[in-house]
């Protein structure tokens, strides 16, 4: 039985995990890429970790500090305390010969030793355009469809790209993960996550698991545990989860297609909703959409971050490649779901479609949302909606259009990221120069390999 807690009294919830026999906690957080990094603590030192922080190199971790300035601490997040399922404290699966291995987990923001938040922690990134939007009024909801493909290992036990079925959209019958992402949704909801759906996508061995909207910080702390949650129950059953955007040529990519709005505090609903309006968009989230539009190019390189995204960003894919918006065009950036009936107009948002799930889900929600406040702080004016498919136009009539297209490679989008002030002073100087000397890193390394396909194609012809 997972451990309960209800109680918001962060002492409460350390007994009540004691009571429920857990030993250790994981005090969680994330480096600049995305990648989770934890330190263990034993539960009964818990107590002083919440009172004074626990102490870490942060030298050692990517785009963190330097050698000469490498002492941090994690400050734990006890609203994201929870046990994790499948290292319970009762129970045969976390015992050990030495006694009980129950673990819990808990989200950290990081500190300076002067006690001042780090500038390169990406949870501090978001906090701090969070609170911008509350200054302004508002609360941003937020909602992610994080995609991602299911592999079996190859006869030597190597991870490769083979999908565990050969199903489709929505498929049953030939659907072979219907019990994995049972337990998937199992262990998610043990986590305080509340599933709405779990699918087969469109792709063979391509999946979703769609989870409630909450505000921003939630959301993004939310599907942290959901990559690090599928990635152990896919290993629990022989198979291994990958959040790559496009692991497989031909087929579809993962996206992680962004559902988000603003709250007025004031009013108490949703700012985004018009009746009136024939999308059902009030002024302020068209400014808003042109916000993303504007600075869709400048954010490309955070919210697609590797050199893959690209292989995935290319029409043809339901990917979307041009600077546009519309209802039903999912070739579009973003797209404005209809209201589904009998549920309110509060429930109006817009999807923003460009995001895939190998990006840091914080630095993505921050850059996404200092976009769309730009655009409501300015004023700016919305295009009108192409509704049309354009992937089916050509060349010509695009640039009649004067429709501008997403960078076609991550070297491209390292450069559009640096030429846009607002997504800079986002991130802020600290994670914007590491995260730049990162990605050119990889961009470089990646340019200059000469590929089995080049081999294939050029040595005997040449």
């Known amino acids: 039985m997972v451990l309960d807690i209800t109680t918001k009294d962060p002492l409460a919830k350390i007994e009540a995990a004691k009571e429920h026999n857990v030993r250790f906690v994981q005090l969680q957080f994330t480096d600049i890429i995305g990648a989770v990094k934890s330190v263990t603590i034993p539960l009964h030192t818990?107590?002083?970790?919440?009172?004074?922080?626990?102490?870490?190199?942060?030298?050692?971790?990517?785009?963190f500090t330097r050698i000469a300035e490498s002492d941090q601490w994690l400050k734990p997040d006890m609203d994201t305390f929870a046990e994790i399922p499948w290292q319970p404290g009762h129970g045969t699966v976390g015992s050990g010969p030495l006694g009980s291995r129950g673990t819990a987990?808990?989200?950290?923001?990081?500190?300076?030793?002067?006690?001042?938040?780090?500038?390169?922690?990406?949870r501090g990134v978001l906090r701090r355009q969070l609170d911008r939007a509350t200054k302004l009024g508002y609360v941003w909801n937020t909602g992610p469809e994080l995609e991602f493909f299911l592999f079996r290992r190859d006869e030597k036990g190597a991870i490769a790209p083979l999908p565990h079925d050969q199903a489709g959209y929505f498929d049953f019958s030939t659907d072979l993960a219907q019990e994995v992402r049972q337990d998937m949704v199992n262990a998610l909801e043990a986590f305080g996550i509340r599933v709405e759906a779990a699918h087969h996508e469109v792709a063979p061995g391509q999946h979703e698991i769609d989870f409630q909207y909450a505000d921003g910080l939630r959301t993004a702390d939310n599907a942290l545990t959901f990559k690090?949650?599928?990635?152990?129950?896919?290993?629990?059953?022989?198979?291994?989860?990958?959040?790559?955007?496009?692991?497989?040529?031909?087929?579809?990519g993962s996206g992680m297609h962004t559902h988000q709005s603003l709250y007025s505090i004031e009013q108490s609903r949703n700012a985004f909703a018009d009746p009136n309006n024939k999308y059902g968009l009030s002024d302020l989230a068209r400014s808003y959409m042109a916000g993303i539009l504007t600075h869709a190019r400048g954010m490309i390189a955070v919210l697609a971050p590797l050199v893959n995204s690209y292989k995935r960003l290319v029409p043809g894919y339901e990917a979307p490649t041009y600077l546009t918006w519309g209802r039903t065009n999912r070739s579009a950036l973003i797209r404005v779901p209809k209201v589904s009936p009998g549920r309110s107009i509060e429930a109006t948002r817009v999807e923003v479609r460009c995001p895939d799930p190998s990006s840091n889900t914080y630095l993505a929600f921050a850059v996404m949302l200092a976009?769309?406040?730009?655009?409501?702080?300015?004023?700016?004016?919305?295009?009108?909606?192409?509704?049309?498919?354009?992937?089916?136009?050509?060349?010509?009539?695009?640039?009649?259009?004067?429709?501008r297209e997403l960078p076609g490679t991550l070297g491209e989008a390292i450069d559009e990221l640096e030429r846009d002030e607002v997504v800079c002073a986002a991130l802020g100087d600290h994670v914007l120069s590491r995260f730049v000397d990162a990605k050119r890193e990889e961009w470089d390394e990646y340019r200059t390999q000469v590929t089995a396909w080049e081999v294939d194609r050029y040595l005997d012809a040449f």
């Open 105 to 122: 987990r808990v989200i950290c923001d990081v500190y300076t030793p002067g006690g001042e938040p780090f500038a390169g922690d990406p």
């Open 371 to 403: 976009a769309g406040l730009d655009g409501v702080e300015k004023g700016l004016e919305l295009a009108d909606p192409v509704e049309e498919s354009l992937y089916a136009m050509d060349a010509e009539r695009i640039r009649e259009k004067g429709i």
């Open 46 to 63: 818990m107590a002083d970790s919440l009172e004074h922080g626990t102490w870490f190199d942060g030298s050692s971790i990517e785009g």
């Open 228 to 252: 690090f949650t599928l990635k152990a129950v896919a290993h629990l059953h022989g198979l291994y989860a990958t959040f790559m955007p496009k692991p497989i040529f031909g087929i579809n």
